[in-house]
């Protein structure tokens, strides 16, 4: 059944698998815990990965370069490398008459707040069991 659509394309969204928020609960465990290896194996090589400070990583490696700088930063500062994933769910369009490029994929929508009640809104594009696009922004300060 579906609940939404998408512009120009005459999809339809619909609620997606179980299996797609797996890969993503399996990308956040495994940064968490700095596990490069694990985390590059749910890359796509051609994966486009949108920081929220504007940096755009190509593929798993850069993506753990990045994430190792941005460890890095956290440590000297201070901070504590930890956070709460607030909720998952993903989302998935029907396939269109022109192969949209989005059709072979499911979208996964979480939460992130940090030890430091930083939140961060991210959409991850999981294509046969993998990192395919992504895109994280920073909200600020969690207040309730």
Do not use: P
């Not at 939140?119 to 294509?127: G, N």
């Amino acid at each position: 059944k579906s609940n939404g659509f998408v512009e120009r394309t005459g999809q339809a969204i619909m609620l997606g698998s179980d299996a797609s928020v797996e890969v993503v609960k399996n990308i956040d465990n495994a940064w968490r815990a700095r596990d490069y290896e694990t985390l590059k194996s749910l890359v796509a090589d051609d994966a486009k990965l949108h920081h929220d400070d504007g940096r755009v990583s190509t593929g798993g490696e850069e993506f753990i370069a990045a994430i190792e700088s941005d460890y890095n930063e956290t440590i000297a500062e201070g901070n504590e490398w930890d956070w709460v994933m607030n909720f998952a769910f993903a989302v998935k369009v029907s396939e269109s008459e022109n192969e949209e490029w989005n059709d072979d994929g499911e979208w996964v929508s979480a939460r992130f707040t940090t030890a430091s009640d930083e939140v961060f809104e991210e959409w991850y594009y999981i294509v046969d069991g993998k990192l395919s696009w992504w895109g994280s922004a920073k909200r600020g300060l969690y207040t309730e």
